[in-house]
């Protein structure tokens, strides 16, 4: 008789680790089973395939070879019995290692085996609707000073020089450096001809829509800021437990993105590591804090959206899926639609958050 399992968990990892064994007499029923499908498969000299005598199999293919496949078809069978019978909420299969195990049949001592495997992530949310109504409460009113406006018309007379410049024969770097160093006084007009070549249809039109534009631009920044806070505020009282997985996860998804910026330049990765005098590993370590942001905050947009059924409607998904795919022909169907609907439904909550 099998002895009850010993369960703990590596509270660093999040992973559970259960050392179990498999008695004797079950041994025996897993190598009856083992050398049943030997038989079968068997091609010996003098026997019909499939006719073999057991002893023959064996001593063909020898004890230890058996013993083996009894062990991993022992392991293999009674595991997951073990597992539901404990309720082990686990995300990803175990990692097995035999401990101890008989050498030869009959079996007399049992095999012990140590299964390690990533537990689902445990999330105790706090108050996210008062923490969410403070954020919103302290909305900073945003206004546009003249010495913003007229910096930004200067940076847009600037332009219209170095462009004049260079269709007069300057190179584009000659034409930027003599508008840099311009005097103000000495910059072009933003004038009526010059702004009807850009859609407005008038100068005092244009330069209220630059006033219009920087307020824009100030207002999603701040609104940018509070979302920040907010959810930051949100993950730091939340008390998050996740496995490693789900870190390698994140360091794997921020090594894709940088490496299709790497190529977008023009470089490969060893080329950009040569550079930068860095290794790989070296880079994802120092991206360690990062990623583990970004697994509790995906853990916690997504536990507020099971708690408040919060969905993405099916109609955008639709929209925004065939929108993508006209960009990202190459991409994979069901990574693409999952990386959508993530997308989708985070930016469903915060703005859930928002309304709080």
Known sequence: MSKKPAISRDEKRWELILTAEIAPENIALHRAHVLAELVKDAHLPGFRPGKAPEDQVVKAIGEAEVMRRTIEHAIHHELPEILAKEDARIVASPQVT?????????????????????????????????IAAKHNANKAEVSVTDDEHKETLNHLKRERARITKVELGLTPQ?????????????L????????????????????????????????????????AGMLDEIVK????????????????????????????????????????????????????????????????????????????????????????????????????????????????????????
């Open 188 to 227: 072009p007009d933003l004038d009526d001809e010059f702004v009807k070549s850009l859609g407005y249809e008038s100068a005092e039109k244009f330069t209220e829509a630059v006033r219009n534009n920087i307020k824009s631009e100030k207002e999603l920044h701040e609104l940018e800021k509070r979302r």
């Open 237 to 356: 009282e939340a008390k998050i437990s996740y496995p490693a997985l789900l870190l390698n996860y994140e360091l794997d998804d921020m090594e894709a993105r940088m490496q299709d910026d790497i190529q977008r330049m023009g470089l490969t990765m060893e080329k950009y590591l040569a550079e930068t005098k860095k290794t790989k590993e070296e880079i994802r370590e120092s991206w360690k804090e990062a990623a583990d942001n970004r697994a509790k905050m995906r853990l916690v947009l997504s536990q507020i959206a099971q708690e408040e059924k919060i969905d993405v409607d099916p109609e955008r998904f639709e929209k925004e899926l065939a929108h993508a795919k006209q960009h990202y022909q190459n991409a994979d169907d069901a990574s693409l639609r999952a990386h959508i609907s993530h997308a989708m439904r985070n930016e469903a909550v915060i703005t859930w958050l928002e309304g709080q």
């Open 174 to 186: 000659e034409a930027m450096e003599q508008a840099r160093v311009m005097e103000e006084k000495d």
């Open 98 to 130: 035999v401990d101890k195990a008989p050498s030869s049949f009959p079996a007399t001592e049992p095999i012990v085996f140590t299964a390690r495997a990533p537990l689902a992530p445990e999330i105790k949310l706090p108050d996210y609707k008062k």
